[in-house]
T-cell receptor, first 109, second 113 residues
Framework: GQNIDQPTEMTATEGAIVQINCTYQ??????LFWYQQHAGEAPTFLSY??LDGLEEKGRFSSFLSLSKGYSYLLLKELQMKDSASYLC??????????WGAGTKLIIKP | IAGITQAPTSQILAAGRRMTLRCTQD?????MYWYRQDLGLGLRLIHY???????GKGEVPDGYSVSRANTDDFPLTLASAVPSQTSVYFC????????????FGNGTRLTVT
């Protein structure tokens, strides 16, 4: 079967750095997406990776290792507004999006 | 402002009733999707449409139907609601290209009693 694994919940401190991991087992690979979802709101796009390496976008970076079936989202200089769920999704060889259950990130002052 | 509009925002529905969730986009995206989101589970695809006039079944299509008469509108119908259909429903659209992200509507929170 196809599977995306993410930690259910993480806690971090304001101003710190946090890394949210995502491992995947899918039938083929055409890219990996990260979305942010605040409670009661719609998911919003953060990043897309299709090649090995790190993509940096301001305070957020996303890393992909194709050989390990692994990605992480790195959030720096954490702010209270970063408290949200972070969803990992993989586009498989049939161009279907396979979603992880999401990681709830709690930021403490 | 360009985007996706869903209606209603929330609804309480008696079991056995018929309900249509509305979704309209103004980005001229060909592909549209309906997902449900339940606590502890990832987004699950109900139905999708790659272009106007075509629809397809997703992961959890039973009890739901869709139509795509034009590019902008993609309504989701529950023919006879059951309590297990209590969920948050998101409509989404996608532009062309593998790296095009999904754009989501604000969701409809549906409670079936």
């Amino acid at each position: 079967g196809q599977n995306i694994d993410q930690p259910t919940e993480m806690t971090a401190t304001e101003g710190a750095i946090v890394q949210i991991n995502c491992t995947y087992q899918t039938s083929g690979f055409n890219g990996l997406f990260w979305y942010q979802q605040h409670a009661g709101e719609a998911p919003t796009f953060l990043s897309y990776n299709v090649l090995d390496g790190l993509e940096e976008k301001g305070r957020f970076s996303s890393f992909l290792s194709l050989s390990k079936g692994y990605s992480y989202l790195l959030l720096k200089e954490l702010q209270m507004k970063d408290s949200a769920s972070y969803l990992c999704a993989v586009l498989n060889s049939n161009y279907q999006l396979i979603w992880g259950a999401g990681t709830k990130l709690i930021i403490k002052p | 402002i360009a985007g996706i509009t869903q209606a209603p925002t929330s609804q309480i529905l008696a079991a056995g009733r018929r309900m249509t969730l509305r979704c309209t986009q103004d980005m001229r995206h060909n592909a549209m999707y309906w997902y449900r989101q339940d606590l502890g589970l990832g987004l699950r695809l109900i139905h999708y449409s790659n272009t106007a006039g075509t629809t397809g079944k997703g992961e959890v299509p039973d009890g739901y139907s869709v139509s795509r008469a034009n590019t902008d509108d993609f309504p989701l119908t529950l023919a006879s609601a059951v309590p297990s259909q209590t969920s948050v429903y998101f409509c989404a659209s996608k532009g062309t290209g593998d790296n095009s992200p999904l754009h989501f509507g604000n969701g409809t929170r549906l409670t079936v009693t």
